[in-house]
């Protein structure tokens, strides 16, 4: 009895150490082509960025993994998905500086983003677009594509008049995820985050821990006919740090016809 209480022993301390001190810093590159109907031809093959729930406590490990990978992915443009963390902002600010040396970074707020003039500040110290109920139209040498960014609890009424003359295709930033229920055409695909993946999943139960608006959602793409919603693990933890079998990611998205 007294060796299987070892063995037990072992096993559980050797899951801990993973989950609080290895996979959440094993950021993992995740690729994928997304199909967007009538996108412009001069715009296959273009490449977002996606990244959410950064929760940046301090400028550690898991960022410079993150930044190594999105500068060596040449991508078009940087979406952030919210949540970015609210104990640490020149840290934010760092890492954000580290992104928008890349590519243009677009971002909206979180659920978390408590102070909101602290990140319009990091934003604009790195030249990077915070949008807060906005639209954006990002021009590049493929053509131009409009983002917009929302609130968590912005209505779909609301997203409509932000869409309303804004050419296509449309890109949506929205933390939650659950925004892709209520919209129909409005827009071509919608980034959101919020949900970690479940943060620690187990075998065949799956996620463990989920937030309401994203039971349905927990992460990867979902299709409607004309529009697509992709959500990601994010970069962070919340409450604890720790994840098991739902590691950190960096989503690297290619639109297609």
């Given amino acids: 009895m007294t060796i299987l209480y070892i063995i037990a022993f072992l096993v559980v301390a050797g899951l801990a150490i993973w989950a609080f001190g290895i996979e959440p810093y094993r950021v993992h590159l995740h690729r994928e082509d997304v199909p967007i109907p009538d996108l412009p031809e001069t715009l296959g093959g273009l490449s977002i960025v996606h990244l ?4 940046v406590r301090r400028y550690d490990r898991r960022h ?3 930044v190594r990978y999105i ?5 078009d443009l940087i979406a952030i998905t919210g949540d970015f963390g609210t104990e640490n902002f020149s840290d934010l600010t760092e890492l ?8 243009p970074v677009f971002g909206c707020i979180g659920n978390n983003d408590s102070d909101l003039e602290a990140l319009r500040d990091a934003f604009r110290k790195t030249n990077a677009r ?11 040498p493929r053509g131009s594509l409009t983002v917009l ?4 609890t912005t209505p779909v009424e609301r997203v409509r008049e932000l869409v309303r003359d804004t050419p296509r295709p449309r890109l949506l930033l929205s933390h939650y995820p659950d925004i892709f229920d209520r919209i129909d055409d409005e827009v071509d695909l919608v980034l959101s985050g919020h949900t970690h993946g479940g943060q620690c999943r187990l075998p065949i139960a799956g996620p463990i821990q989920l937030g309401g608006t994203g039971r349905a ?4 793409l979902f299709r409607k006919e004309r529009c697509s919603l992709f959500v990601t693990r994010g970069l962070g933890t919340y409450i604890i ?3 098991f079998l739902c590691p950190p990611e960096v989503a690297l998205l290619r639109l297609r016809r």
């Fill in 130 to 140: 915070l949008l807060v109920d906005e639209a954006a139209v990002h021009q590049s």
């Fill in 217 to 220: 959602y927990a992460a990867g």
């Fill in 241 to 243: 740090n720790a994840r």
């Fill in 96 to 103: 954000l500086y580290k992104l928008r040396y890349k590519a």
């Fill in 52 to 55: 959410s729930d950064l929760h």
């Fill in 149 to 152: 960014g929302i609130q968590p």
């Fill in 71 to 75: 500068h060596s992915s040449e991508p």
């Fill in 64 to 66: 410079r993994l993150a």
